[in-house]
């Protein structure tokens, strides 16, 4: 048997990370916990491209063109969609997630996804710095194992 897996090893890595605007309180603590997650493994400072676009409904969009730029290695998508905000919860969260998972289908680099779906502010929060940890920290740990286990196959 041989297993293959990728290494936490972000040395050489170029890495995009698109977030949104919308719920910025949330969305700002995903992205630190991301660039924490990238510096602390190795991916240079000069090897981080942050794109911000108005909300998760637009996340896809960028990144189509990001993944056709071929500059990246990974994109790392980060955003928050509360239901409590919005009756449209149903229908940005659905519309976002569809659209990066096709994307991490088609794509020739990993297209990570991290973005929060919760019924409450709460949640978000816990879930970007809190109680459970930080997702931005959590992608960006998913984006090198995958470029490196990516770069194997
Ligand atoms: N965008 C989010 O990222 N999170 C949300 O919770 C949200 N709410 O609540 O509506 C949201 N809406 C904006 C949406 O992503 C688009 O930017 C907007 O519809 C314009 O296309």
Redesign the pocket.
Known sequence: MIKHEGKLNGDGLKMAVVV????GFV?EKLLSGALDGLLRHGVADDNIDVYY??????IPALVNKLVDAKKHDAVICL????RG??P??DY??GE?AKGIGQLSIRASMPVIYG?LTTDTVDQAVDRSGGKSGNKGFDAAMTAIEMVNLVKKL
Do not use: K, L
């Open positions: 949104s605007r919308f719920n969305t676009c108005p909300g998760a409904f637009e955003g928050a969609v509360i905000e919005t449209h919860f940005v969260a976002s973005v």
